[in-house]
């Protein structure tokens, strides 16, 4: 089954650049999408097709994609930042979607 | 601004069932992508499965944990998304999502299956 690879923790310091990647054999051909989850809280997107941000989602948060890699970047993290973020994108069909594994997010 | 509630998820016996439901506000079920996700205690999240617009045919497809036990169904004249869960197992507990197309989810509802 299709699968979508992260890196299960990514530190920071506050101010600094964290970068998130996600990986999967599709993604040349589909787009991801990226939800950031607060402990006890539902997921909010943060990045839809690739590289679009939501209305009232910061600008510091923003999304790339090349080959079989896509990157979330969040320029000047805040400590309001952490928390757990997921990419999310269907298999080569379109009809198989999965979540990668997370990423735990740490803004020290 | 629209907003998705999930409801019906309870505890029950390992081989039960349940269904759950999705309601979303400025939104017509029937006209838009519709899937469930799920997220078992302290783990990631795990896509269920989704069901088209009826303009695109309405198909469901399903995650394999879950495939030919869970079904995802609609009724239109209640404007409601339904997840139906049968052969319940131990690791099916945990917090349901209903989303609206990639961006619309609601809070959760949790299923909590016993031995």
């Known amino acids: 089954s299709y699968e979508l690879t992260q890196p299960p923790s990514v530190s920071v310091d506050p101010g600094q650049t964290a970068r998130i990647t996600c990986s999967g054999d599709a993604l040349p051909q589909k787009y991801v999408y990226w939800y950031q989850q607060k402990s006890g809280q539902a997921p909010v997107l943060v990045i839809y097709e690739d590289t679009k941000r939501p209305s009232g989602i910061p600008e510091r948060f923003s999304g790339s994609s090349s080959g079989t890699t896509a990157t979330l970047t969040l320029s000047g993290a805040q400590v309001e930042d952490e928390g757990d973020y997921y990419c999310?994108?269907?298999?080569?069909?379109?009809?198989?979607?999965?979540f990668g594994g997370g990423s735990k997010l740490t803004v020290l | 601004e629209v907003v998705v509630v999930e409801s019906g998820g309870d505890s029950v016996k390992s081989g039960g069932s349940l269904r759950l439901s999705c309601v979303a506000s400025?939104?017509?079920?029937?006209?838009?992508?519709m899937s469930w996700v799920r997220q078992a205690p302290g783990k990631g999240l795990e896509w269920i499965g989704r069901i088209q617009p009826e303009s695109d045919g309405g198909a469901t497809h399903y995650g394999a944990p879950v495939k030919d036990r869970f079904i995802i169904s609609r009724d239109d004249s209640k404007n409601t998304l339904y997840l139906h869960m049968t052969s319940l197992k131990t690791e099916d507990t945990g917090v349901y999502y209903c989303t609206v197309g990639a961006d619309k989810w609601g809070q959760g509802t949790q299923v909590t299956v016993s031995s």
């Open positions: 400025e939104i017509i079920v029937a006209d838009t992508w």
């Open positions: 999310y994108s269907p298999d080569s069909s379109g009809n198989f979607w999965v």
